[in-house]
């Protein structure tokens, strides 16, 4: 089944600097890819995804980039604001009969005012 | 204008009683999904309906049973909760299968087992 990585487990940034989260997949039948932001006892959010063939999506502060080759695509934020802090989930959906999203195990967000 | 409704927001249990969680939704998609999330982890599968044919998890304990009677509700049934299966239980729906669509999640019930 699919495997997904996520890295780094907790970043830490000053308000106004970019943020890099990175997620790595095992699946090359992956085809879809969607980034969840979790804010504390709230429901994940759907943010930004990205298709099998597209290589980078963008909307206002937020992007994500996708290396099928190398399987793996990340998420940037830009001029990050307080409001950004949360866990912030990368996903995986596996091609074929496995109909389901694999999550990566979470990035703690923390903008510093 | 909520979409994928819980009920309840949190839920208080004894080991071994067992306890249903409510999902509903006004989207009328076809896929609703059953995931339990512990904390500082992430959500974790543990069934999910196309319309009426029921998917399970290998993984996914005997002890948790899914009921969906029509397209708009869907239970989770913990016929025996323990202790380890204290965590939020979130819903989430889909209009179709393979990626092709979002899943939207619902609120969660927060689940407590004395």
């Known amino acids: 089944g699919e495997n997904v990585e996520q890295h780094p487990s907790t970043l830490s940034v000053q308000e106004g600097d970019s943020a890099v989260i990175k997620c790595t997949y095992s699946d090359s039948a992956s085809n879809y890819f969607p980034w969840y932001k979790q804010e504390l006892g709230k429901r994940p959010q759907l943010i930004i995804d990205i298709r099998s063939n597209v290589g980078e999506k963008k909307d206002q502060r937020i992007a994500v980039t996708l290396n099928k080759t190398a399987k793996h695509f990340s998420l940037h934020i830009t001029e990050t604001q307080p409001e950004d802090s949360a866990v912030y989930f990368c996903a995986a959906y596996s091609g074929g009969s496995n109909y389901k999203l694999t999550f990566g195990k979470g990035t703690l967000l923390t903008v510093n005012p | 204008d909520a979409m994928v409704i819980q009920n309840p927001r949190y839920q208080v249990t004894q080991f071994g009683k067992p306890v249903t969680l409510s999902c509903s939704q006004t989207l009328n998609h076809n896929v609703m999904y059953w995931y339990q999330q512990k904390s500082s982890q992430a959500p974790k599968l543990l069934f999910h309906?196309?319309?009426?044919?029921?998917?399970n998890e290998a993984d996914t304990p005997d002890n948790f049973q899914s009921r969906r009677p029509n397209t708009s509700f869907c239970f989770l049934d913990i016929r025996s909760p323990g202790l380890g299966d204290a965590a939020m239980y979130l819903c989430?729906?889909?209009?179709?299968?393979?990626?092709?669509?979002?899943?939207?999640f619902g609120p969660g019930t927060r689940l407590t087992v004395l």
């Open positions: 989430a729906t889909s209009r179709e299968l393979g990626g092709v669509d979002t899943q939207y």
């Open positions: 309906y196309y319309d009426k044919d029921f998917n």
